[in-house]
C-alpha cells in the first residue's frame, strides 16, 4: 500500500527535523516547573550547563522540552487541595500562555521564553480511530 507523503512518512520527517535542531535540550516534568516555579526568569544556561567551561565559539540555544502530559498535569493542579500548589500552577500556565508562539507542527509547538530559551511543547501523537 502506498500512503500519501503527509501520513507517516512526513510525521518521521517532521520529528527528524525537531530531534536534529541544534541546541542543549533538557526535558521538563511537573516538578520542575514547581522547582523552578519562576521558570521565566531562572538561569536555565547554568541548570543545563549549556557553557560547559573553557568552551570556545558561539553560546548552544537551549531547548527547554516540555511533554503535554506536563501541561495537562499543571492543568489539573490548578483545582488542587494545597492553595500554595493551585496558585503556582495557575501562575505558570499563565506564564506559557504569555509566550511568543514561534513555530508549531504536529511534533511540537515552539515557544520564545528569550533571546536562547525556547520552551518546545511536545504534542501527543493520537492516531485516529481503526489507524
Known amino acids: ?58 553560546e548552544l540555544p537551549i531547548r527547554m522540552v516540555v511533554p503535554l502530559v506536563v501541561v495537562e498535569e499543571l492543568d489539573a493542579q490548578k483545582i488542587h487541595p494545597n ?18 508562539r514561534i513555530s508549531t507542527s504536529s511534533v511540537a509547538d515552539v515557544l520564545h521564553l528569550d533571546n536562547r530559551v525556547t520552551i518546545e511543547i511536545l504534542l501527543d501523537d493520537h492516531p485516529a480511530a481503526g489507524q
Open 1 to 58: 500500500m502506498v500512503r500519501p507523503a503527509g501520513g507517516p512518512a512526513g510525521k518521521l520527517r517532521q520529528v527528524n527535523y525537531f530531534a536534529q535542531r541544534p541546541g542543549r535540550i533538557a526535558v521538563l516534568d511537573t516538578s520542575a516547573f514547581h522547582e523552578f516555579d519562576r521558570f521565566w526568569v531562572a538561569d536555565w544556561a547554568k541548570v543545563t550547563e549549556a557553557n560547559p567551561p573553557h568552551a570556545s565559539g558561539p
Open 83 to 100: 492553595g500554595k500548589v493551585r496558585q503556582a500552577a495557575r501562575e505558570i500556565l499563565r506564564q506559557l500562555r504569555g509566550l511568543e
